[in-house]
């Protein structure tokens, strides 16, 4: 028996040009996500422009086809106008639903329309029943997952909420949270909240444990995990109450796109026709040849910090084919366990991917000498390639071999698309009615949407002297739907006597009822739409700033005890174990100052006991940093200031009102705004209200997958690994020489902070004529004596007794790596 709630659900297909979009559809998707111009997460893609949406919904809607547009950024302050240009494009072209990350946007939206669907992109960071919740006002039609949710967390939201839920499936895997890397931001002034993910997961970094660097043999992709293929657990997954199966990749070809989507469209409909089906070997084979870096469940089955990743190589190798046995004077004599035949290409891995390695097209298959035709399953195999393909004195016996494509798949696959059809026929049910003397009247309904069209003979109906209209001869003259999207499906007769009209007549009905019916599927869904103005109609009244605010957040008792030290109001505690905040508080209270405690960056089903532990801790406010932990927390009606922080992503005065009116005291901008894009918000939104971190490691990557349990324990996860966070100390050594900090939460999740501290010194000023009353020094591994000279340089910055060009030049002085101005300066 079934559990699923569900009778249906969705499969969710990416597209980057037409090719694809094309590939989607005849394959099976039900619904197809793109991006358009620069406003989403796939700035590298082709993406369309927005004057083709009208014709790529008629497109898609003619196949009967769902197209969401991607969304999925950060829109900063200038650019809210240009934001509504597009939502309105959207709504005018029929658009099925926008995918959003921006909670200031989701506000827009709503405002020019009540009923335009909209999404919550994996970019919001959703991960608990609690996030869903806070998203419940907004009327939000579907939610995508974190991809770090497993079945279980899955399982819990779905009970506990009537949003439909969506879950990546298939793809390649972020290894930070979504919508919380900040690393191409830092290092490159490109966002990956912004679209422009620079990939420095997959970049080699280097051990450092306890200040020592650690052999680690060929593993230097410590950051780098496989690719996502949960096609062997659909129907897990749809019990748990999956509604979207989503697949990445809309910078994949339109190859990948077509083998990805059959794939799992056979897997969901075998599901609901219960057959049993399971994935064959030669199936998952395919899927590995159009894009793999090596199969994982992902998160999707639980934590498993073994199999996340290999560590060897960071791009999509394709098949494994085997082994080299034996180098020949023209050939390669290898051990294969996989079917290769001529054409196909291959690669030789000697282990060192970031340089050039051997391959090329297989020209000849060999045994003992001997030409073998058509394909080999396995065994030992001489293997001939063209003589300017490969050096064979570069190729070593043990070098693995990859089957990187294979061209009779890929024009399988194309045939798929090439020329454009339906993936199946849809069923038209048709009502005749008349008597002699009058019109002939048929009444055609699209039984997939509902829509009705009316036609009528041109000639009245006469009586029949031989053959008359039988329910019979009327369903095969208007079944002949060949070469339509149409079959079909039922026939009712009202006609009165035996009538009989003209056959041509009949054509011309069947052929002007396809074209209505066809003309009705391409009419773009009508949405209320309200004229909305993106700026504050409002002047902006900004109030002197006289005394400012400095606010420490400290990292260990020792710095919590040197900031009480000084002359400070208010300190944050942000440590890796929230047991220990009840010490920080009491501490922070015998010293009399106010203190705040820090939240996980992640909130997940069954994680409240985290949040409620704090407030026992009895602090004087608590920072905020996820959608789930802001809807706990205001649900409780505290009499404590709640505080947003960075990874809330506000990044415009939409987004602040919005946080503002759900309870929370002040906001922290997002990390992705640089100094004029901070300026442009500032202006305008309530500034009073708005805190500005001038000092920081900056945190880059933020992720479920532990480098201290991958590659310092036998274990697997938090229960086996013997926590050796608590034992030592990693960093992670980038190739320029850089040691990054990797630290630990309460929920064993991964923060990477930057090796060079960060500071906004020189912008004090701007901030202050602007109207910021609030601002925020973070310390990571300083030490108490650090930590108050730290405080005093920026006492005296903000009181105007120094400048902040002489603060910049003080921490540069007596920093050993420097200070960079971070990405406030990209």
Not at 8 to 23: D, I, Y
Not at 699 to 710: D, I, L, Q, R, S
Request: a negative charge.
């Amino acid at each position: 028996m079934k559990l699923t709630k569900q009778k249906s659900v969705e499969l969710l297909a990416p597209a980057g040009n037409w090719e694809c979009l094309r590939a989607a559809v005849a394959n099976g998707a039900d619904a197809v996500y793109f991006g358009v111009d620069k406003y989403n997460a796939r700035v590298r893609a082709k993406n369309f422009q927005m004057d083709e949406l009208p014709d790529i919904m008629a497109y898609l809607h003619k196949y009967g086809v769902r197209g969401y547009v991607t969304f999925n950024i950060l829109v900063f302050e200038n650019e809210l106008d240009e934001a509504r240009v597009l939502i309105e494009a959207c709504m005018d072209a029929g658009v099925d639903a926008l995918i959003v990350q921006d909670m200031g946007i989701v506000q827009l939206i709503r405002e020019i329309s009540p009923d335009f669907p909209i999404h919550g992109s994996t970019q919001m960071t959703v991960t608990s029943p609690e996030a869903v919740e806070f998203l419940k006002p907004h009327d939000l039609s579907v939610v995508v997952l974190g991809r770090e949710n497993n079945e279980k967390h899955i399982k819990k939201i779905a009970e506990k909420s009537n949003v439909p839920l969506e879950v990546f499936v298939h793809g390649a895997l972020c290894v930070s949270y979504s919508g919380q890397c900040l690393t191409s931001e830092m290092w490159g002034g490109r966002s990956a909240n912004r679209g422009e993910c620079a990939q420095a997961c997959r970049l080699p970094y280097d051990l450092e444990v306890d200040g020592e660097v650690k052999e680690m043999g060929d593993i230097s992709y410590v950051l780098s995990p496989k690719d996502l293929a949960a096609l062997e657990i659909v129907p897990e997954l749809i019990e748990a109450g999956v509604y979207s199966f989503k697949i990445e990749g809309r910078l994949k070809s339109p190859e990948y796109v077509a083998n990805v989507v059959s794939k799992y469209r056979k897997a969901i409909d075998e599901y609901f026709m219960d057959s049993g089906y399971s994935p064959s070997t030669e199936e998952i084979r395919e899927l590995q040849q159009s894009f793999s870096r090596g199969f994982t469940y992902g998160f999707l089955k639980g934590t498993n910090n073994k199999e996340l990743l290999d560590g060897t190589y960071p791009k999509s190798r394709g098949v494994y084919l085997g082994t080299v046995k034996k180098v020949l004077k023209d050939a390669i004599l290898c051990e294969i366990e996989a079917p290769l035949k001529r054409g196909d290409g291959i690669v030789f891995d000697a282990g060192r991917p970031d340089q050039k390695e051997e391959g090329g097209r297989v020209y000849d298959l060999r045994k003992k000498g001997n030409k073998v035709d058509g394909e080999v399953s396995g065994g030992k195999i001489e293997i001939v390639l063209g003589r300017h393909d490969v050096n064979l004195t570069k190729v070593h016996i043990g070098d693995k071999i990859w089957k990187t494509s294979d061209q009779e798949l890929n024009n399988r696959l194309r045939k798929t698309y090439e020329v454009e059809q339906a993936h199946h026929l849809f069923p038209l049910q048709v009502h005749v009615s008349g008597e002699v003397g009058q019109l002939l009247t048929s009444k055609w309904t699209d039984a997939t949407n509902g829509n009705i069209v009316t036609v009528q003979s041109s000639k009245e109906l006469e009586q029949a002297m031989k053959r008359p209209l039988t329910l019979q001869y009327l369903g095969e003259q208007f079944g002949r739907l060949g070469g339509t999207l149409f079959e079909l499906d039922t026939i009712e007769s009202d006609l009165n006597g035996e009538v009989i009209v003209p056959v041509k007549e009949l054509n011309r009905i069947r052929r002007e009822a396809v074209e209505q019916l066809l003309e009705l599927r391409q009419q773009p869904r009508q949405y209320t739409k309200n004229a909305v103005d993106t700026n504050r109609s409002e002047v902006k009244q900004i109030e002197p700033i006289t005394q400012p605010n400095l606010i420490p957040l400290c990292r260990s008792m020792e710095q919590i005890e040197a900031a009480c030290k000084t002359d400070i109001t208010w300190i944050y505690a942000d440590f890796e174990f929230t047991t220990d905040y009840p010490q920080a508080v009491e501490k922070a209270h015998q010293y009399g100052k106010q203190i705040a405690l820090a939240t996980p960056r992640i909130h997940m089903p069954g994680e409240n006991g985290i949040l409620n532990g704090m407030l026992k801790s009895n602090p004087d406010a608590i920072l905020v940093r996820s959608l789930g932990a802001v809807q706990y927390f205001t649900t409780k009606n505290l009499n404590i200031p709640l505080i947003g922080d960075f990874s809330l992503n506000i990044a415009n005065h939409r987004a602040v009102d919005l946080f503002l009116e759900r309870g929370l005291k002040r906001v922290t901008p997002s990390y992705d705004l640089n100094i004029q894009q901070v300026v442009d918000m500032l202006e305008v939104a309530q500034s009073d209200k708005i805190e500005m971190v001038i000092h920081q490691h900056l945190p880059m990557f933020h992720t479920e997958h532990c480098v201290y349990c991958t590659f310092l324990s036998e274990g697997t996860d938090y229960t086996n690994c013997g926590r050796p966070c608590e034992e030592h100390r990693v960093s992670l050594q980038d190739r320029i020489g850089m040691s990054h900090p990797v630290r630990v939460d309460i929920g064993c999740r991964n923060t990477v902070y930057n090796a060079i501290e960060q500071s906004g010194a020189e912008y004090i000023t701007n901030f202050k004529e602007l109207g910021v009353q609030n601002y925020r020094i973070e310390f990571l591994e300083e030490s108490g004596e650090k930590v108050e000279e730290v405080i005093n340089l920026y006492k005296e910055a903000l009181e105007g007794k120094r400048d902040g060009t002489s603060v910049w030049r003080k921490l540069k002085a007596t920093n050993q790596l420097g200070v960079t101005r971070g990405q406030l300066i990209n």
